[in-house]
Each structure stands twice: as structure tokens, then as C-alpha cells.
């Protein structure tokens, strides 16, 4: 009888250790979590650059366009020799803005980055792939995306719409109607004056 009555104790505690481990595996997989990060290659200066971060949720985790989450990441805490632990740290590192959402993934982008001083540190600052995503506190925010605003570096010129000395050359040529009208001017005026002298 003991021997049975052993059996069925240890059956038993085989099936909660599985199960225990099971639900720890499934509770991982769960987490909402930011998958992969994705950069756009400006080319030029002038042109935006986006930075999306995909969540392996979607509408079916409560995700929206326009709502805004948290990322934190999980940090575990270890004595000095690295031995002993002592538990985790979920630290927030910012807000993020759902931009598009399908079902099983969702694509959002930065709204506001957490500063450190009222946080603890982070050994990389700033959202990255793996952070988990928080949705308590999340709210909708339905302003419109920032503009990226175009701005060109305009040099001083004088009355005659040729640069002042000392100024530097515009990467690109100027939009003033009549500093390019000039400027093509001189360039036929130029090119005329070289063929006379050829022919000549």
C-alpha cells in the first residue's frame, strides 16, 4: 500500500510540475512584446525618418490606431558576482503610438521617450525589439502625426542677388526666381562669349 500510495504522489506531482512549466511557457509566449524594429534609409537630408516597431499583437489584444502603450523592459537583478537573484524589474522606457493594426501584429511608432530621472538606468536607452508592451494606462491620443517640415538653408545675398562675402553656397540652388534668372543669364553670356573667342 505505501508503494501505491507513493506511485500516486509522485504521479501527481509530475502532472503539476508540467503543468506549472506548460502554463510558465504559454505565460511567455503570451507577453505582448515588440518583435522587430524597422528604419526607413533616408535619401536625403530632408526626408523623414520613421522608425516602426512591430508587436506580435493585434485587435484582438485590445491594440488600436492612435492608441498609446507603454514599453518596459524586464530587467532581472543579480547580486554583484551574478550568483544570486533577486527578482525583476519591469522599467518603463517610453510611450509608443499605434499606427496600423491587423490581426496578430500591430505596427507602432515613438510619442514620448521616458527620461531617466524619475527611472532607473537602462544599459541601452531607448525602445528596442524585446521590450514588453504595457497596456494599463493606455489611452487614445487622435491628433494628427507631426508634420517633418522641409527647411532649407537660405544664405545672405545682396541687392543684385549675388552672395554676400563670407557667406557659405546653398547645397542646392537657390528657389529665388531672380537668382536663377541671373545666374542662367551669366551662364549664356559666358558660354557665347567662349564660342567668339573660338571663332576668332
Given at each position: 500500500?505505501?508503494?501505491?500510495?507513493?506511485?500516486?504522489?509522485?504521479?501527481?506531482?509530475?502532472?503539476?510540475?508540467?503543468?506549472?512549466?506548460?502554463?510558465?511557457?504559454?505565460?511567455?509566449?503570451?507577453?505582448?512584446?515588440?518583435?522587430?524594429?524597422?528604419?526607413?534609409?533616408?535619401?536625403?537630408?530632408?526626408?523623414?525618418?520613421?522608425?516602426?516597431?512591430?508587436?506580435?499583437?493585434?485587435?484582438?489584444?485590445?491594440?488600436?490606431?492612435?492608441?498609446?502603450?507603454?514599453?518596459?523592459?524586464?530587467?532581472?537583478?543579480?547580486?554583484?558576482?551574478?550568483?544570486?537573484?533577486?527578482?525583476?524589474?519591469?522599467?518603463?522606457?517610453?510611450?509608443?503610438?499605434?499606427?496600423?493594426?491587423?490581426?496578430?501584429?500591430?505596427?507602432?511608432?515613438?510619442?514620448?521617450?521616458?527620461?531617466?530621472?524619475?527611472?532607473?538606468?537602462?544599459?541601452?536607452?531607448?525602445?528596442?525589439?524585446?521590450?514588453?508592451?504595457?497596456?494599463?494606462?493606455?489611452?487614445?491620443?487622435?491628433?494628427?502625426?507631426?508634420?517633418?517640415?522641409?527647411?532649407?538653408?537660405?544664405?545672405?545675398?545682396?541687392?543684385?542677388?549675388?552672395?554676400?562675402?563670407?557667406?557659405?553656397?546653398?547645397?542646392?540652388?537657390?528657389?529665388?526666381?531672380?537668382?536663377?534668372?541671373?545666374?542662367?543669364?551669366?551662364?549664356?553670356?559666358?558660354a557665347m562669349g567662349k564660342v567668339a573667342d573660338h571663332k576668332e
Amino acid at each position: 500500500m505505501p508503494g501505491k500510495l507513493g506511485r500516486i504522489f509522485l504521479t501527481a506531482g509530475l502532472a503539476l510540475l508540467v503543468a506549472l512549466f506548460t502554463w510558465e511557457v504559454f505565460a511567455a509566449e503570451g507577453d505582448v512584446r515588440i518583435i522587430e524594429v524597422r528604419r526607413n534609409i533616408p535619401l536625403a537630408d530632408t526626408d523623414p525618418v520613421y522608425k516602426d516597431f512591430y508587436i506580435n499583437a493585434g485587435g484582438e489584444a485590445g491594440l488600436k490606431p492612435n492608441l498609446v502603450v507603454s514599453a518596459v523592459r524586464k530587467v532581472n537583478v543579480k547580486d554583484a558576482t551574478g550568483t544570486q537573484a533577486f527578482g525583476e524589474l519591469l522599467i518603463p522606457v517610453g510611450q509608443l503610438k499605434v499606427i496600423f493594426v491587423q490581426h496578430g501584429i500591430a505596427v507602432a511608432r515613438e510619442h514620448k521617450p521616458y527620461g531617466r530621472e524619475l527611472y532607473p538606468m537602462l544599459e541601452q536607452t531607448g525602445i528596442m525589439g524585446g521590450d514588453l508592451i504595457d497596456l494599463k494606462g493606455s489611452f487614445v491620443d487622435n491628433s494628427p502625426p507631426p508634420v517633418h517640415k522641409i527647411v532649407q538653408k537660405e544664405t545672405a545675398t545682396s541687392e543684385t542677388g549675388e552672395r554676400e562675402p563670407g557667406s557659405e553656397a546653398p547645397p542646392t540652388a537657390s528657389l529665388n526666381p531672380a537668382v536663377i534668372q541671373r545666374s542662367v543669364m551669366d551662364s549664356m553670356a559666358e558660354a557665347m562669349g567662349k564660342v567668339a573667342d573660338h571663332k576668332e
